[in-house]
């Protein structure tokens, strides 16, 4: 079965802390990965996909990068309003596959 | 503005029958690919499938956990979704939400606009 890893499962950083989330692919995905964030109680929210295009009206703090089995999404600088799950996610093909998640909170 | 509202959800017993909607407004609700994702407490959100736009043949594509009991269907003239579920078991509780693809592009399935959801109880 096709697996998304993500790591680490959780965080907690300090506002103004550079944070970066890596999800590691079963097999080779190429470009098509996408990253989400969900806020306490809110529905799932995309920020990037392709791996590094910002979704519209996501802050620049965000940013995305990788290819093929190994990616990488890094907030440079922590705010307390990026508290949440974010979650990676492969769309280079049905099935998409979440991988579980990485809860970031503030220190 | 893109609306995806869903409704539908309701308590179920195992083995039941029910189908979700989902009433699409502020775009050309034909162009694009439509996806239902679902939820359970405290879980990550889980693709459940897609339907493509008729213009690109209206194909559907199902996760291998509702393959054969699930399927989704759209009427583009009403602009709305459907998700008929049946055998329902109680690992399909959950909030069930219905997406819009970002883009027209063939292959861009990833899903900007996301419905609030609708809670769906299998439980006896």
């Known amino acids: 079965d096709f697996q998304m890893t993500q790591s680490p499962s959780s965080l907690s950083a300090s506002v103004g802390d550079r944070v970066t989330i890596t999800c590691r692919a079963s097999?080779?995905?190429?470009?098509?990965l996408a990253w989400y964030q969900q806020r306490p109680g809110t529905v799932p929210k995309l920020l990037i996909y392709g791996p590094s295009t910002l979704h519209s009206g996501v802050p620049s703090r965000f940013s995305g990068g990788g290819f093929g089995t190994d990616f990488t999404l890094t907030i440079s600088s922590l705010q307390p309003e990026d508290v949440g799950t974010y979650y990676c996610v492969k769309y280079n093909g049905p099935p998409l596959t979440f991988g579980g998640g990485t809860k970031v909170e503030i220190k | 503005e893109v609306r995806l509202v869903e409704s539908g959800g309701a308590l179920v017993q195992p083995g039941r029958s029910l189908t979700l909607s989902c009433t699409a407004s502020?775009?050309?609700?034909?162009?694009?690919?439509m996806s239902w994702f679902r939820q359970a407490p405290g879980k990550g959100p889980e693709w459940i499938g897609f339907i493509v736009s008729s213009a690109s043949g209206g194909t559907v594509e199902y996760a291998a956990s509702v393959r054969g009991r699930f399927s989704i269907s759209r009427d583009d003239s009403a602009a709305i979704a459907y998700l008929d579920m049946s055998n329902l078991k109680e690992e399909d509780s959950g909030m069930y939400y219905c997406t819009r693809a970002l883009g027209q592009q063939v292959g861009s399935w990833y899903f900007a606009y996301w419905g609030q959801g609708t809670r769906v109880t299998v439980s006896s």
């Open positions: 502020g775009f050309t609700f034909g162009d694009f690919v």
């Open positions: 097999q080779d995905i190429s470009i098509f």
